[in-house]
């Protein structure tokens, strides 16, 4: 009788950071979208990583003033637009409080529409039933209601779905894909990617720049555009970011409120990456959208009033107004897309 080996146990059972190096081990290096997204797939599902105890924080856990104002602008914007029955949608909505305290806020404009949360962490999930108890939860962007306008939400949404990164070796350009020595993942350039994907301008850049794109952000904008387009409403999206495609890394890991490598530990690391805006405004439009920005967080809340409502709720909040509209005022940017028949909305001037 020969000994056969026993079988290695069904992946299920492993942690995640060997369910990875197994998976390279039998196929071979993984793409960084798909390290990506499955190290924020657990990270996610498995804790609830806001505030000063967590690993990062928010706009709307800095201040309550951040969802009300998004809460008056999209009150506003549906005044104008006609006071439509309308679904209120926010992604990835965290603890559910910039939702909470933009319908305390708009509600008192006469705005009360149903709310949608588009969710897949069971723990977050959980936070939001407590402040949001008659939410209507979502997997998928393409579960949402059909009947009405959508008026959606994305606040630091867009930067946690995975990106791809291509790489400039000494001839042309690279997947990057993870590979895995014991139990040590590292970024290397793997399959060549045909130069008519690299936009003209930087297809000449020096061996080892990074271009990054984010086909799951697209899909996911490609979808609500074609459903604001169809049934009315629009769409804010929030993040930090710039005006792509560019040269540059931005994928970025924290853990504890600090920068760590994003290819160790994965699922015990936020991962996310820098929001292409560019790339995003260019879905809308051509979808047949509407749209404006992008603009830096400071200017959209300056314009939305936040000195006026930092000034009625006292000197304690100063210290709030300055972390949102000065620190995070211009590498964090806002974008909106509307049914074209819709007004212009506030805080794009
Ligand atoms: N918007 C909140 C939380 C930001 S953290 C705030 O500003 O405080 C990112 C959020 O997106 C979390 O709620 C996370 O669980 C959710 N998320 C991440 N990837 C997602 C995906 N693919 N689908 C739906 N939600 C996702």
Redesign the pocket.
């Known amino acids: 009788m020969t000994d056969t080996p026993a079988l290695p146990p069904p992946p299920g059972d492993l942690a995640l950071p060997e369910r990875l190096a197994r998976a390279i081990a039998l196929g071979g290096p993984i793409p960084v979208s798909q390290f990506m997204a499955a190290a ?1 797939a657990h990270y ?1 599902a498995t804790r609830d ?2 505030g000063t105890a967590g690993d990062f924080t ?4 800095i201040s309550q003033m951040f969802g009300e104002l998004i809460g008056l602008w999209a009150a506003d914007l549906w005044d104008r637009a006609g006071r439509p029955d309308v679904h209120w949608v ?6 559910g ?2 939702t909470t305290d933009a319908l305390r806020a708009a509600a008192r404009a006469g705005f009360a529409p149903p709310v949608h949360l ?4 069971p723990v ?1 999930r959980a936070r939001q039933a407590e402040r949001v108890p008659a939410a209507t939860w979502h ?1 998928d962007v393409e579960d949402l209601p059909t009947d009405r306008p959508l008026i959606v939400i994305a ?3 867009f930067d ?2 995975p990106i791809r990164q291509l790489v400039r070796g000494r001839a042309g350009w690279h997947e990057r894909i993870v590979a895995c020595q014991d139990t040590l993942f590292l970024p290397i350039a793997g399959a060549a990617v045909p130069d008519a994907v690299i936009p003209d301008d930087l297809r000449d850049a020096p061996p080892g720049a990074i271009i990054e794109t984010s086909p ?1 952000s697209v899909g996911i904008m490609r979808v609500l555009a074609a459903r604001i387009v169809a049934q009315g409403g629009a769409l804010l999206a929030i993040d930090y970011g710039y005006e792509g495609p560019a040269i540059g890394e931005t994928l970025q890991a924290v853990r504890g409120h600090a920068f760590a490598n994003p290819f160790e530990e994965p699922g015990e690391r936020d991962l996310t990456a820098h929001v292409d805006f560019a790339t995003l405004g260019l879905v809308g439009t051509a979808s047949g959208a509407s749209v404006a920005g992008p603009v830096g967080q400071g200017a959209f809340l300056t314009a939305l009033g936040i000195g006026a409502r930092a000034k009625a709720l006292g000197p304690r909040v100063t210290t709030d107004r300055d972390r949102l509209v000065d620190d995070m005022g211009t590498l964090f940017k806002a974008l909106s897309i509307r049914h074209p028949a819709w007004p212009q909305p506030a805080g794009f001037a």
Do not use: K, Q
């Open positions: 924020n996610y990583p806001l928010t706009a709307p856990e926010e992604l990835g909505p965290g603890r409080t910039l588009v969710e897949t962490s977050l997997d606040n630091e949404f946690a779905l799951a």
